[in-house]
């Protein structure tokens, strides 16, 4: 077998880096990660997963904040000054 070629005497080329197909080959995923494009998808998934849930908290945290901080005082004071009955909240 010649240098250079594969089993079926075709040219060995590596990926070409520019293209989308030769970045995301499983080839250059083996060379760029040392791991192969299955468990790079599942950390890339574990990763969006993580952010997702931290963007959740974060508008959760957010919604709570502005609903026990800012609404709530605001319904309790009337009805601690037994002012329920006149409306004015």
Do not use: C
Request: aromatic share 22%; charged share 25%; glycine share 6%.
């Amino acid at each position: 077998m010649e240098s250079g070629k594969n089993y079926r005497g075709q040219k060995i080329t590596r990926p070409n880096f520019w293209t989308r197909r030769g970045r995301f080959s499983p080839e250059a995923q083996v060379k760029k990660f040392g791991r192969d494009k299955k468990k790079t998808d599942l950390a890339d998934y574990l990763l969006f997963l993580f952010f997702a849930f931290l963007a959740f908290f974060f508008f959760a945290a957010f919604f709570l904040f502005a609903i026990f901080v800012v609404h709530l005082p605001s319904l309790i004071i009337p009805l601690k000054r037994k002012k329920l009955l006149t409306g004015h909240f």
